[in-house]
């Protein structure tokens, strides 16, 4: 396992089962088979895989940790770029073929309609984090700000998840599904922050000797470094 | 690998004696068998309409395609996704159907599809469709006027409201267990709009009896209201004194409410209603009021306020 995900080619082919969606969907349209309402059709799907690649963003940190992967790190920026590529997507969409690239009706929108104001501001959170992935980034902020600025994800996909589920009109499964999916993740993050916190704090009172498990605990997150 | 146990062979899935003694000639037969099922199928799903007249209810625009309007479904009952609908309600069971029309009436009556379809002269009217969710059909149905129904059930003085009610069956409609809305699904008019001569009862569209996933076999249109209005697969209406409650204003009151006219100037809450796509085109239309059939409603609703009466 650890080979296969320390293969550099797996990055490779990773990158290539990212783009399967957006390829389904072009031999679709190539097919003419995007629905009688092929907007509609291509605004939902595109906004379904940019909550499925929040989700699947979120999860790698979990995963690392629970099956003892570091490398699963590797991956994290990309799928979140991927999360960011279909939310651009998704939005020109959105902006392009609903709006037809009106900006004064899309603020309209934006202000006027929470489960828009709810869509924009998932996206608008992406953004930074988008920028500043880059290693030099990290480099310019420092890892412990540059990683705080980055939980902005957990707000991003739950904003995400709450504009779907205030978009549909009364079959509420696959929104609550995917709440799940991200109130599963965070537990996980808030099970992890209140034992580092529970450790920290038997640590003080035992008189700060660092035991054995500290570096683990209290650096969770030099493996996630970007490479 | 995955050892199946022998247990998960079912004798459905044998293949008869019969056909594997004579697989060759079966094999050779299959084109031809595979057509005809097909072509007994098309033929089985919906039936062409005698006696069918234009009617002067009619827009000059041009008609959706039937594979848009047969593709492109809001029928919970059969699954929430547009295309559900298309591929749950195939087998839906049309025959035997009754509808009983009952309550403040002088003459109830209980009708069969043949009474039904003889109650009054097919007509085929081309109307507008405009969905609460901001698209649009045109289509071609057949039908009559509700109000030719309820004149021969004469409702009393009493009777100031139509209510509607659909068929609703689990076990051939399971994915309406989670349409996140109750069933079976109610609809309701006032008097005075069920018996404009706009509101239809249709049998058919594009000249044939109604495809399943459209509403058959007996359906309500009423072109000047959101489609959730027009319910589909009707099995009872009654006649009532009060306002009767309506599904999606059961749903969501704050966004479905009993009037719901096509009103470009009240926007749903969630979304404008100002513009509308019509199915197979680029750029969206502007929305018009009571889905520009003003001229022969527009009376029903003077002196109301219709932000309020949304």
Same mark, same amino acid.
């Given at each position: =396992?650890?080979?296969?995900?320390?293969?550099?080619w797996t990055k490779v082919v990773l990158f290539v089962l990212c783009l399967v969606p957006l390829a389904w969907l072009g031999w679709r349209a190539y097919k003419q088979d995007l629905t009688a309402?092929?907007?509609?059709? &291509?605004?939902?799907?595109?906004?379904? #895989?940019?909550?499925?690649?929040?989700?699947?963003?979120? /999860?790698?940190? !979990?995963?690392?940790?629970?099956?003892?992967q570091p490398q699963l790190a590797r991956f994290r920026r990309m799928l979140g770029l991927f999360a960011f590529f279909y939310g651009c997507l998704h939005l020109m969409t959105w902006l392009g073929l609903d709006k037809f690239f009106d900006l004064s009706e899309m603020w309209k929108d934006v202000i006027k309609r929470r489960f828009i104001t709810a869509? =924009?501001? /998932?996206?608008?959170? =992406?953004? !930074?984090?988008? &920028?500043?992935s880059t290693a030099g980034w990290v480099r310019r902020l420092g890892f412990v700000r540059w990683q705080r600025l980055h939980r902005l994800i957990y707000f991003s996909a739950l904003a995400g998840v709450v504009h779907y589920y205030w978009l549909v009109k009364s079959d509420i499964r696959l929104p609550l599904m995917y709440f799940a &999916? #991200?109130?599963?993740? =965070?537990?996980?993050? /808030? /099970?992890? #922050?209140?034992?580092t916190r529970r450790k920290v704090q038997r640590k003080e009172r035992s008189g700060g000797q660092p035991s054995g498990q500290s570096g683990r605990v209290t650096i969770p997150s030099t493996a996630s470094l970007p490479d | 690998m995955i050892i199946r146990k022998p247990s998960d062979l079912r004798y459905s899935a044998v293949t008869p004696k019969q056909v594997y003694l004579n697989r060759r000639r079966f094999l050779g037969a299959a084109?031809?068998?595979? @057509?005809?099922?097909?072509? +007994?199928?098309?033929?089985?799903?919906?039936? $062409?309409?005698? @006696?069918?007249t234009k009617s002067s209810y009619t827009v000059d625009e041009k008609v959706t395609p039937l594979d848009v309007i047969t593709h492109y479904n809001n029928f919970y009952e059969f699954g929430t996704d547009k295309e559900d609908p298309s591929r749950n309600a195939q087998n839906f069971r049309t025959s035997p159907w009754m509808v009983k029309v009952e309550g403040e009436v002088a003459k109830p009556k209980v009708l069969d599809l043949d009474a039904l379809m003889k109650l009054a002269p097919l007509e085929e009217r081309i109307y507008r469709h405009r969905c609460v969710e901001a698209w649009s059909i045109v289509v071609p149905w057949v039908g009559y006027s509700l109000n030719a129904l309820l004149k021969e059930v004469e409702p009393t003085s009493k009777a100031k409201f139509v209510a509607f009610e659909s068929y609703y069956d689990r076990k051939q409609m399971p994915q309406g267990t989670w349409a996140g809305l109750q069933f079976p699904y109610v609809e309701g008019l006032r008097l005075d709009e069920a018996m404009n001569p706009l509101a239809l009862l249709a049998v058919g569209l594009y000249g044939e009896?109604?495809?399943?996933?459209? @509403?058959?076999?007996?359906?309500?249109? *009423?072109?000047?209201?959101? @489609?959730? $209005? +027009?319910?589909? +697969?009707? *099995?009872?209406i009654r006649l009532v004194e009060k306002m009767p409650p309506t599904t999606w204003n059961l749903s969501a009151p704050q966004e479905y409410g009993f009037y719901s006219n096509v009103n470009p100037e009240v926007d749903h809450p969630r979304w404008s209603q100002s513009k509308e796509r019509r199915l197979g085109e680029f750029l969206k239309r502007n929305t018009l009021k009571f889905n520009g059939y003003g001229e022969q409603v527009a009376s029903l609703y003077t002196g109301m306020d219709l932000r309020k009466n949304y």
């Amino acid at each position: =396992m650890k080979k296969v995900l320390s293969n550099r080619w797996t990055k490779v082919v990773l990158f290539v089962l990212c783009l399967v969606p957006l390829a389904w969907l072009g031999w679709r349209a190539y097919k003419q088979d995007l629905t009688a309402n092929p907007i509609e059709y &291509i605004t939902h799907f595109t906004g379904d #895989w940019t909550i499925r690649f929040l989700l699947i963003t979120l /999860a790698v940190t !979990p995963l690392r940790k629970l099956f003892n992967q570091p490398q699963l790190a590797r991956f994290r920026r990309m799928l979140g770029l991927f999360a960011f590529f279909y939310g651009c997507l998704h939005l020109m969409t959105w902006l392009g073929l609903d709006k037809f690239f009106d900006l004064s009706e899309m603020w309209k929108d934006v202000i006027k309609r929470r489960f828009i104001t709810a869509g =924009m501001t /998932a996206f608008l959170l =992406m953004l !930074p984090l988008a &920028i500043t992935s880059t290693a030099g980034w990290v480099r310019r902020l420092g890892f412990v700000r540059w990683q705080r600025l980055h939980r902005l994800i957990y707000f991003s996909a739950l904003a995400g998840v709450v504009h779907y589920y205030w978009l549909v009109k009364s079959d509420i499964r696959l929104p609550l599904m995917y709440f799940a &999916i #991200w109130a599963v993740l =965070m537990c996980y993050r /808030a /099970a992890v #922050w209140l034992n580092t916190r529970r450790k920290v704090q038997r640590k003080e009172r035992s008189g700060g000797q660092p035991s054995g498990q500290s570096g683990r605990v209290t650096i969770p997150s030099t493996a996630s470094l970007p490479d | 690998m995955i050892i199946r146990k022998p247990s998960d062979l079912r004798y459905s899935a044998v293949t008869p004696k019969q056909v594997y003694l004579n697989r060759r000639r079966f094999l050779g037969a299959a084109p031809i068998a595979l @057509g005809a099922l097909l072509g +007994s199928r098309a033929a089985q799903a919906t039936t $062409k309409l005698a @006696g069918v007249t234009k009617s002067s209810y009619t827009v000059d625009e041009k008609v959706t395609p039937l594979d848009v309007i047969t593709h492109y479904n809001n029928f919970y009952e059969f699954g929430t996704d547009k295309e559900d609908p298309s591929r749950n309600a195939q087998n839906f069971r049309t025959s035997p159907w009754m509808v009983k029309v009952e309550g403040e009436v002088a003459k109830p009556k209980v009708l069969d599809l043949d009474a039904l379809m003889k109650l009054a002269p097919l007509e085929e009217r081309i109307y507008r469709h405009r969905c609460v969710e901001a698209w649009s059909i045109v289509v071609p149905w057949v039908g009559y006027s509700l109000n030719a129904l309820l004149k021969e059930v004469e409702p009393t003085s009493k009777a100031k409201f139509v209510a509607f009610e659909s068929y609703y069956d689990r076990k051939q409609m399971p994915q309406g267990t989670w349409a996140g809305l109750q069933f079976p699904y109610v609809e309701g008019l006032r008097l005075d709009e069920a018996m404009n001569p706009l509101a239809l009862l249709a049998v058919g569209l594009y000249g044939e009896t109604l495809p399943p996933q459209d @509403g058959a076999p007996f359906r309500l249109v *009423v072109p000047w209201k959101y @489609g959730f $209005k +027009s319910i589909k +697969s009707i *099995v009872k209406i009654r006649l009532v004194e009060k306002m009767p409650p309506t599904t999606w204003n059961l749903s969501a009151p704050q966004e479905y409410g009993f009037y719901s006219n096509v009103n470009p100037e009240v926007d749903h809450p969630r979304w404008s209603q100002s513009k509308e796509r019509r199915l197979g085109e680029f750029l969206k239309r502007n929305t018009l009021k009571f889905n520009g059939y003003g001229e022969q409603v527009a009376s029903l609703y003077t002196g109301m306020d219709l932000r309020k009466n949304y």
